[in-house]
């Protein structure tokens, strides 16, 4: 009976080696969510954790609801995968890739497309992981916890120049849920919703083969062109 006592030991303490070998860290493993420690992620109340989880976020669908300065609502739906990502707002996509240095704008409706560059000196997109990426910059601080939309979140202050920013933080992803700007004059309210982790298919930043193109990727002056304002 003693030995059969030794033998479950021994198999429970290398089970439990096995498995801590076996541990997954934080990346899109091609399922449809993000995984840590065998999908258990762990929420967090520490900012160097969350934002350093947000970074690593390399697919993601979301829209985003905002309102123009005169009250009136919008919203925009966001797909991002690896360097690719595309915008739909406003019976417009806009379709950028990091790889191939372009952008483009297409009107569905017309079936037409303009092609620019991102080249140097170019208004460089944001997505959710840059604006998540982007905070440590502006030494944020933690001012406290709040449940938005179901979602724990950590909240977190900074000020740029006479701005002053509130972010809640997923405390799940380390993504920010909503964004309140104030300078004094304005007050802008950004909310991010719809999280959607599942798997985005390659052809959702390809425009249609029939498609016609104008190319603008060339031109000297491409930078003073009035690009969309992307949040």
Do not use: H
């Amino acid at each position: 009976m003693k030995n059969k006592k030794i033998i479950f030991l021994l198999a429970g303490l290398f089970l439990l080696v096995v498995l801590t070998g076996c541990k997954k860290t934080f990346v899109q493993d091609g399922s449809p969510t993000l995984v840590m420690g065998n999908n258990n992620m762990a929420e967090s109340d520490s900012l160097d954790i969350l934002l350093g989880r947000a970074k690593n976020v390399n697919n993601i669908r979301y829209d985003i609801a905002s309102k123009d300065a005169e009250g009136k609502a919008m919203i925009q739906k966001f797909w991002f995968k690896d360097k690719k990502m595309r915008i739909e707002a406003d019976k417009t996509v806009s379709i950028f890739d990091q790889d191939d240095q372009a952008m483009y704008i297409y009107t569905p409706a017309e079936n037409k497309a303009i092609k620019m560059s991102l080249g140097l000196g170019q208004q460089k997109e944001k997505s959710i992981i840059d604006e998540a990426g982007g905070i440590d910059q502006y030494k944020p601080e933690v001012i406290g916890n709040e449940v938005i939309d179901g979602k724990n979140c950590l909240v977190i202050q900074y000020k740029w120049g006479s701005t002053i920013t509130k972010e809640w933080l997923w405390k799940k992803y380390g993504l920010p849920i909503k964004i309140e700007t104030d300078d004094g004059k304005d007050k802008t309210i950004v909310i991010y919703q719809n999280f959607d982790f599942s798997v985005i298919p390659d052809n959702m930043f390809e425009l249609p083969k029939d498609v016609q193109i104008t190319d603008m990727s060339n031109l000297p002056d491409i930078k003073d062109f009035n690009l969309p304002e992307i949040k």
